[in-house]
């Protein structure tokens, strides 16, 4: 996976940017409006949705990627984004930071592309403090229907590219164990779905 984002770390601006660029600014809006001022944000990448934040907020961010993070570093100081506390160099399913860090996580077209989206949930929930918030940005398989169709004939090519068509919000986390409060799609097309979790610690 590194390799892959090393490779795509120039142009991934350009090529996914726009697709994107609808359920970032959601997401970030739902994060803008939530209590309390730290915020992880996991895949954090080139840096896209960094300049989003409010001012006030206390922005740390991760990625496994040295070149897609030396990309928003860049950002950061050309655009004097003062509420980015920190980017580092760091696997979302281990991290270092200590329990109960943060008060809001969240996580944009990143769950589909770890090696195991349940142990990024649980490494999520674990570095948000008790009735924080867990937020996520993805894409997740539709139940049926055309786009069913079109997604299940996509999926040997989109794997090759790291993107999960049949990805489920199931292999994200247990709904029998964690209540999602709010489910949103976004555009184009509710391709993307934003997925708002109360912590629960």
């Known amino acids: 996976m590194r390799e892959a984002y090393k490779r795509w770390a ?94 809001i996580a969240v996580a944009m077209f990143t769950a589909s592309v770890v090696p195991d989206a349940k142990k990024l949930f649980a490494e999520m929930s674990r570095v948000v403090r008790p009735g924080g918030h867990l937020l996520f940005v993805n894409h997740f398989a539709a139940e049926g229907g055309f786009r069913w169709w079109v997604e299940r004939s996509m999926s040997p090519l989109a794997r090759i590219l790291g993107w999960h068509p049949d990805f489920k919000l199931e292999d994200l986390l247990d709904p029998a164990l964690t209540r999602v409060e709010s489910r949103e799609t976004c555009p184009p097309a509710g391709l993307f779905t934003l997925v708002k979790v109360r912590n629960g610690g």
Request: proline share 3%.
């Open 10 to 103: 120039g142009v991934y601006d350009v090529v996914f940017g726009g697709v994107s660029a609808f359920g970032r600014r959601r997401a970030v809006e739902a994060v803008n409006l939530l209590p309390g001022p730290r915020v992880l944000e996991v895949g954090v990448g080139t840096g896209l949705a960094l300049p989003l934040y409010r001012s006030g907020l206390e922005v740390v961010g991760v990625d496994l990627s040295r070149e897609m993070l030396l990309k928003a570093k860049e950002k950061v100081a050309e655009q004097k984004l003062t509420q980015v506390q920190g980017l580092l160099e760091m696997d979302a399913e281990n991290m270092a930071f200590a329990t109960g860090s943060f008060d």
